[in-house]
């Protein structure tokens, strides 16, 4: 029996990322064909090819920590990305994909991802990119910069024919300041080291937080007063005017510490948290302006993680840049800050590709896009469509597509395969006893196959049946559903794997008998042998799907796997799984 490789059908392409010293950014690109239906939330984009065929879809966003790079090579793997870059379309699955990555990491874990997705990285310069997504997204995306001043934020609308040159400040791990002077005219003119891995690593220090979240909720709470030592404290309360510093400035970034005689113990974590991030965005702010200066530039864009939309960094930097440039500067910020470099990577497909970025314009859509990273695009006319996201674990969104299935089995052709109930007995790689012929082992089998779509195919209210096979993938995705449901609450391997053993114990209904989850999918038995031959053939089958479930659901250390059992609580096909 011949199978097709049925992952090249996937709707998600161009795959990019961007691997920087903190995180790891993902943007990919998910269409739903020809077929779509104005969705709910409705945030699409339209790719153009060069035939003019337009592919609908949208741009979806991930991040990971760098550090947590397994739970990166895992989405990819689970959401089959590692199938969307650049494709030799006459080829297999195991021909090489080449995914256009940036960042410092597409070179440091380039072997890394060679070994554990097959992917192989084609290079492109992160500065080229940071350049490439700012202008992406500056003149594809409407109310993308923004003015951030005394507690207003403005957005500003960007004239194409006035857009250069600008200054790009990306505050990622460190900060790098670019001059850009059009599409692909840029030079990188300074940088520092003081950024955003300065703020998390001291303040991990400083305050004992673990993650950046946390260290933002502590700082919203503080006081940088209570640190900083001010120009009043220096002063006897009163303004140094003359030199144009209020009483209230800053004159030491933790200056008072000196004075106080205190230790660290005697501060509260949340006012070390605040002088921090005040210290670091100031600074950055400062440099940038004169930088601004050193090549008359009236216009800052600042990207990178660091400033995740907070009120009280961007306040601060644009204080920085007004104060400083006497208000002649002007600092904005991007919406989509810390997808600059993902963003370009995305974006250069268009070199070595049919579909063509430069086509993407922006489609104004009447409704608010649900997340902030969701991006509406459209090409002049064209309406588009389509999916929503579901956020399953914060901060990474999770693409969904239309409400059809959309993986269908490969195994298509019937000749010479024994059927029961109209479902085709399609070969197993199992040792386990029953009526499967045994399936070559380096072969894809249907569970293999219910596996790997299960994520995907789990999302859709209702299926366009392609072939029997079919079928038995969508009775496999209800198992995979019902076994996660009863794997929900197992904290360790060996307690879901006795779950599991108690479910292989229960009754298997067949069609005809009241608990068959969907009645009408499969022809009735004409038979009591045709019967138990399908309940044997689905014993077999379920018993092999749950033993390879175990083993994807849970990690090699024996704890669960989050972005398994995330969809226990999941609906298919809009039964109640208990
Ligand atoms: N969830 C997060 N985890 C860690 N750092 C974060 C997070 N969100 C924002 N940051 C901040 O963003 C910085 C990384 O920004 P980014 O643009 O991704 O840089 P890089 O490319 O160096 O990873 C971190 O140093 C930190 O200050
Ligand atoms: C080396 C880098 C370009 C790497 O980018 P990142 O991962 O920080 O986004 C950046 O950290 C940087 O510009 N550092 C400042 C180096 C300097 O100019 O002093």
């Not at 207003?152 to 002077?181: A, C, R, T």
């Not at 069609?511 to 077999?540: C, H, I, V």
């Amino acid at each position: 029996m011949e199978t097709q490789d049925f992952r090249f059908s996937s709707q998600i392409s161009h795959l990019a990322l961007d691997i920087g010293g903190t995180l790891i950014k993902l943007v990919y690109f998910s269409s739903n064909g020809d077929h779509c239906e104005e969705s709910r939330d409705g945030t699409s984009i339209v790719v153009r090819n060069n035939g003019g065929s337009v592919l609908q879809g949208k741009l979806c966003f991930a991040k990971f920590e760098t550090r947590k790079i397994d739970d990166c090579l895992e989405f990819i793997r689970f959401n089959i990305l590692h199938h969307s870059g650049d494709q030799h379309q006459n080829g297999t699955a195991c021909d090489k994909l080449t995914v256009k990555a940036t960042g410092g990491g597409a070179f440091k874990f380039a072997d890394l991802f060679k070994e554990k997705l097959g992917i192989v990285f084609d290079k492109e310069d992160e500065m080229h990119c940071l350049v490439g997504g700012a202008n992406f997204l500056l003149k594809t995306v409407p109310r993308e910069a923004f003015t951030y001043l005394d507690g207003q934020k403005e957005f500003v609308e960007i004239d194409h024919n006035d857009l250069y040159p600008y200054l790009l400040v990306n505050i990622g791990s460190g900060v790098s300041m670019i001059k850009v002077d059009g599409d692909g005219e840029y030079e990188r003119i300074s940088g520092t080291s003081l950024g955003g891995g300065t703020f998390l690593g001291l303040g991990k220090l400083l305050t004992k937080c673990k993650s950046f979240d946390e260290l933002l909720e502590l700082s919203h709470h503080g006081n940088n007063r209570v640190i900083d030592m001010l120009v009043g404290d220096i002063y006897g309360g009163t303004d140094y005017s003359k030199i144009g510093l209020s009483s209230t400035a800053i004159a030491s970034s933790f200056g008072k510490a000196i004075s106080d005689g205190k230790e660290l113990e005697d501060y509260q974590p949340e006012d070390v948290a605040r002088s921090l991030l005040r210290m670091i965005s100031n600074n950055i702010g400062q440099i940038a302006y004169l930088n601004a200066l050193r090549f008359d530039l009236k216009r800052i864009f600042f990207g990178g993680f660091f400033i995740r939309g907070l009120e009280y960094t961007m306040d601060t930097i644009s204080v920085a840049v007004h104060f400083w440039s006497r208000g002649e500067a002007k600092a904005m910020f991007l919406t989509h800050e810390g997808f600059l470099g993902a963003l370009g990577a995305f974006a250069s497909y268009n070199k070595t590709q049919s579909h063509d970025t430069n086509d993407l314009k922006p489609h104004h859509h009447h409704h608010h896009t649900v997340q902030q990273r969701e991006e509406t695009f459209n090409c002049s006319g064209e309406i588009s469509v389509l999916t929503s996201f579901d956020s399953i674990v914060p901060d990474q969104l999770v693409f969904q597509i239309g409400n059809k299935m959309v993986y269908h089995s490969s195994f298509v052709e019937e000749e010479g395969i024994t059927k029961a109930c109209g479902c085709p007995l399609l070969p197993l790689k199992s040792h386990i006893k029953g009526p499967a012929p045994v399936s070559e082992q380096d072969r894809t089998d249907i569970v293999d196959e219910a596996i790997t779509f299960f994520r995907a195919n789990v999302f859709f209210t209702n299926f366009d049946i392609k072939s029997p096979a079919d079928k038995l993938l969508i009775y496999l995705t209800f198992y995979i559903n019902v076994a996660l449901k009863r794997l929900e609450g197992c904290r360790t391997l060996a307690v879901g794997t006795k779950a599991i053993i108690n479910l292989g114990l229960e009754d298997i209904p067949v069609p005809g008998e009241a608990e068959f989850p969907f009645p009408g999918l499969f022809p009735l038995p004409q038979s009591n042998e045709e019967a138990d031959l399908f309940r044997n053939y689905l014993k077999q089958v379920r018993e092999e799907t749950s033993g390879r479930l175990l083993s994807v659901a849970y990690r090699a250390n024996g704890t669960p796997n989050k972005w398994w059992l995330a969809f226990a609580k999941r609906k298919f096909m809009n039964v109640v799984v208990l």
